[in-house]
Structures are given as C-alpha cells and as structure tokens.
C-alpha cells in the first residue's frame, strides 16, 4: 500500500512540476492555487461530462447500476481513507491487501442483494402471470 501511495505521488509530483513549467514558459506564472483551480477544474468537468453521459446511459437501464457505481466509489474512498488513517496513528498496518479485502466484501454483499433482487423481480413476475391467467 505505501509503495502504491509513493508511486501515485512520484506521478502526481512529475505533472505538478511539467505543469508548473509549462506555466512558466507560457509566461502564465501560474500561483500554486491558481494552478489547482485550473487543473482540477478541467479535469472535474471532463469527468463530471463523461460520468453524465454514462450515468443517463445507466438510467434507462437500471437506478440500481447507478446507485452501485455511486456505493462503489464511496467504498473506495472510505477503504483508502481508513488504510492511510492506520498509517498515520500507527493502528494497524497499511496494506493494499487489507483494501483488497474490504472492497471484496462490498463486492460480496453486493452481490448477495442483486441475487436476492432478481429472485424478487422473478417471484413477483411470475406471480403477476397466475394472476392474468386467471
């Protein structure tokens, strides 16, 4: 897990730097903040695009795939935020297996209720056709 963070932040801090100098050479002389703004701020919109498009797509099919995508990324960020937490109070061990582990359930449980919704769907559909039968 720390070797993943050292790695995001080595990435992180290569773009910051290309940034910043391609600021400089511009002659932009982008502040640090005013370079968050922007880069944030485009790279929110392009993703708040990309997920819009997506999610309408989803909604004509299922809420439920939404609302997983939606408990997906909260899990996400919850089983991160814990794993640096360890890290920092020195609680427990900070370990990509243990956000492994934890996202593996989500994805367990979750699949428990989609089963136990389909099994629903199928008893109410299929009760709904005795009763036009009859």
Do not use: P
């Amino acid at each position: 897990m720390r070797e993943i963070i050292l790695i995001l932040s080595d990435f992180v801090n290569v773009w910051h730097e290309l940034l910043q100098d391609l600021s400089r050479a511009l002659g932009w002389n982008f502040t640090d903040k005013e370079l968050h703004f922007w880069v944030i701020g485009i790279l929110g919109i392009i993703g708040l695009i990309f997920v819009d498009i997506i999610f309408h797509w989803l909604a004509k099919l299922s809420i439920t795939a939404i609302s997983f995508l939606f408990s997906f990324a909260i899990v996400l960020v919850i089983v991160f935020a814990i794993e640096i937490q360890q890290r920092v109070a020195r609680s427990g061990n900070m370990e990509f297996n243990d956000a492994v582990a934890g996202i593996v359930g989500f994805l367990a449980f979750c699949s428990v209720y989609f089963l136990l919704k389909i099994a629903v769907k199928l008893f109410q559909k299929y009760r709904q056709e005795r009763v036009t039968e009859e």
